[in-house]
């Protein structure tokens, strides 16, 4: 694996993978093709697009793909606060995933401005 796989951002990110696939696989089966479906995809695309980014040869082309990964977790945001409202996850479980969300949030930005100013 290259570098990519090293950076505490995807590696943060790819964390955040792993815990929805753990919490949604306990949703109720009406939503296997539904809300965890959209889920899964949406947490995905965040370090999927992290690792395009990262091979893009220009600055522009990198924080494009970089946007993707944060918008794409902000729609994974709405998703947790759904999932509590419905009761598929507990209101601890909601904080958890929204202050890891929140973390990568901060960690995207960042890694943004460290490419801006290259």
């Given at each position: 694996?290259g570098l990519?796989?090293d950076?505490?951002?995807?590696?943060e990110?790819h964390?955040?993978?792993l815990?929805?696939y753990?919490?949604?696989?306990n949703?109720?089966k009406?939503?296997t093709?539904?809300?965890?479906?959209q889920m899964?995809?949406c947490?995905v695309?965040?370090?999927a697009?992290?690792?395009?980014?990262y091979k893009?040869q220009t600055?522009?082309?990198q924080?494009?793909?970089?946007?993707?990964s944060?918008t794409?977790?902000e729609e994974?945001?709405?998703?947790f606060l759904l999932?509590?409202?419905?009761n598929?996850?507990?209101?601890q479980?909601y904080?958890?995933l929204i202050?890891?969300?929140e973390?990568?949030?901060?960690?995207?930005?960042?890694?943004?401005?460290?490419?801006?100013?290259?």
């Amino acid at each position: 694996m290259g570098l990519v796989y090293d950076l505490n951002l995807w590696k943060e990110s790819h964390q955040l993978v792993l815990d929805v696939y753990k919490i949604v696989a306990n949703f109720p089966k009406e939503e296997t093709f539904a809300l965890s479906n959209q889920m899964k995809r949406c947490v995905v695309s965040i370090p999927a697009n992290i690792v395009e980014g990262y091979k893009k040869q220009t600055k522009a082309h990198q924080i494009h793909f970089y946007n993707i990964s944060d918008t794409s977790l902000e729609e994974l945001k709405y998703y947790f606060l759904l999932s509590k409202d419905l009761n598929y996850i507990t209101s601890q479980q909601y904080k958890i995933l929204i202050n890891k969300s929140e973390e990568v949030g901060k960690m995207i930005s960042g890694y943004i401005k460290h490419i801006q100013n290259k």
